[in-house]
């Protein structure tokens, strides 16, 4: 009784902590689906917009410094950081590039404003991998650890290095992926109330 009132409270208490977190975001557009986590110390800024789909995941020091839309089902690693390829000019000359042309300034608008990085549902980005504006990392892709992406990863690859580049998949066939996608759609995936560890985890059946 004791030790279930417990977990309740500190599933409470995430919860607040999460959503404390994603109040102090800041981006003029902001969507948070339900049923998300934030771990602590993140940087969420953007110079348009923010979006982050259902039961998707930002683990700790997460940082944010760019356009994105994160899907749902998404799991992102601590220290990871999606930044802007051209947040700041560098080619000007005679413009030294600490006084180049910022992407989030609002006195003179960047071409480079809304570019963003696209992160698609079910996909792992692993600890400290650093993604580029510009990029889409399609459903289903790993990331590993480490990483620099600089590029479009497909749907399904595992990419990994600096810059990453594909290194294995996920899964073995086509078959494969329309079953997981077919259970996935039919399933239940959520956080559950009796704390961090224990999820509601009830695959649809094929
Ligand atoms: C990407 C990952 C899932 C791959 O898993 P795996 O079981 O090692 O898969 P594989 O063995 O098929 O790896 C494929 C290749 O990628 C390489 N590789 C794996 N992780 C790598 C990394 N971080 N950087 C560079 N290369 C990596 C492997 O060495 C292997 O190459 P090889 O065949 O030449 O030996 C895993 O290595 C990883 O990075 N996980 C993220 C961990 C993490 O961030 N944890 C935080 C908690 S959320």
Redesign the pocket.
Known sequence: MLGALKSRLAALVRRLATRMRLARCKAPQRVFGIDLHVGSRPRLWAPQRIEIGDHSYL?HEVCIETNCRIGRHV?V??RVALVGRRDHDFRTPGVPVRFGHWVGSAKSLSPHRGEGVDIEDDV?V????IVLSGVRIGRGA??????VVKSDVAPYA?V??NPAVP??VRFRSAEEIARHEAMVQHGTFMSSERGFDHFIVQPGSR
Do not use: Q, R, T
Request: no cysteine.
């Open positions: 683990g799991l690693a601590n792992w692993g600890y400290g991998a790993i990331v590993a650890a480490g990483s595992v990994a290095g290194v294995a």
